[in-house]
């Protein structure tokens, strides 16, 4: 009898533990850059908007079911992963050398698991791909070749190369190669998400195909852990866009975390600092996403527009795209 009542105490202390908070936030990025209503107007904003809705949609309904930060961060992005108007994915930018070489990276700010691949080029998903590197082998960031043999290892199937090819991309590298040089203003695209959910817990990742034109493996900050991505339950959750080496050179996601550690900030306070002040005096464009641990989300960029959205439990999605409608980013002041 005894130890019956134990073993109740327990079970129920377990339960509550587990209990679902009520509030649960999605938010969403599509990269940032030149974004305005000359160029993004129309049908064509018509599409980004519905698939950004769709992104959402499918979030709710993982969290809905009892899924949890890090199952709705890997559902979104592969919804973004698989339309082309996305540079990650389907969508990814190609390389100076005519390939796509695509990066990610997933983090549970429960107990700071990451999982991260960069340079991969027939992997349909990356960001599942970095969830499995998190969740069944003992390592963090995996690149190239070696991550597709543990790709296969794992039941994934690889895809062509020519899966990734779009027109548009394949255009965009030619614009930019008549200038020869890496180009941040022209390839926005990459996607991000992160996550509160109903048990309380923080989840991000990141998903891109880099930047055009980029030559020589380079790497940017979407699979690098504190730089691209991070997630810690003690403060916030963030996922990153723009000009990569400026992202890991300035360790932005983690800054995040640290200024709400350390300085107190808020989400929006800390997320202003970076990229308002400190990266737009380096020259550095891109913006980012964050959710703290209350629910409280940024969606800031010095660009002229970032693909972003929200949704919170109860409400209904929350889609933009331009800088003239700043309700929650406000990027310029
Ligand atoms: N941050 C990505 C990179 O540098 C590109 C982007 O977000 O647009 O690879």
């Known amino acids: 009898m005894k130890k019956l009542i134990i073993l109740l105490l327990i079970s129920s202390a377990f339960l509550w533990g587990q209990k679902r908070k009520t509030n649960y936030v999605i938010v969403i990025h599509g990269g940032a850059g030149t974004i305005t209503h000359q160029r993004i107007f129309g049908e064509k904003q018509k599409e980004y908007e519905k698939k950004l809705t769709e992104a959402l949609l499918t979030g709710k309904s993982v969290l809905e079911k009892g899924g949890t930060a890090l199952d709705c961060v890997e559902k979104v992005i592969n919804v973004l992963e698989d339309s082309p108007l996305f540079n990650a994915g389907k969508g990814a930018v190609f390389t100076g050398e005519g390939r796509n070489e695509l990066d990610a990276s997933i983090m549970n700010g429960k107990n700071l698991e990451a999982g991260a691949v960069a340079g991969v080029r027939h992997i349909k998903n990356p960001i599942s791909l970095a969830r499995l590197v998190m969740e069944k082998s003992p390592h963090v960031l995996l690149y190239g070749a070696g991550a597709e043999e543990f790709a296969k290892l794992q039941g994934i199937n690889l895809v062509d190369t020519s899966y990734f090819f779009t027109q548009s991309r394949w255009d965009a590298l030619m614009r930019i190669k008549q200038k020869e040089k890496m180009e941040a203003g022209d390839k926005h695209g990459t996607v991000g998400c992160v996550v509160l ?59 995040m975390t640290a200024r709400m550690k350390y300085l107190h900030s808020s989400v929006t306070e800390a997320a202003k600092q970076i990229i308002l002040h400190k990266l737009k005096k380096q020259g550095a464009a891109g913006g980012l996403i964050a959710v703290d641990k209350e629910g409280n989300i940024a969606m800031v960029f010095n660009t002229k527009g970032m693909f972003r959205g929200y949704l919170k439990k109860g409400s209904a999605p929350v889609v933009k795209m331009f800088g003239d409608d700043r309700s929650i980013s406000n990027p310029r002041k």
């Open 197 to 255: 959910d109903g048990y309380g817990n923080l989840a991000a990742g990141t998903s891109t195909g880099g930047m055009t034109n980029k030559r020589w493996n380079r790497i940017g900050d979407s699979p690098i852990i504190g730089a691209g991505t991070y997630a810690d339950n003690k403060s916030c959750a963030v996922s990153c866009t723009g000009h990569g080496e400026f992202f890991i050179r300035n360790a932005v996601a983690y800054d």
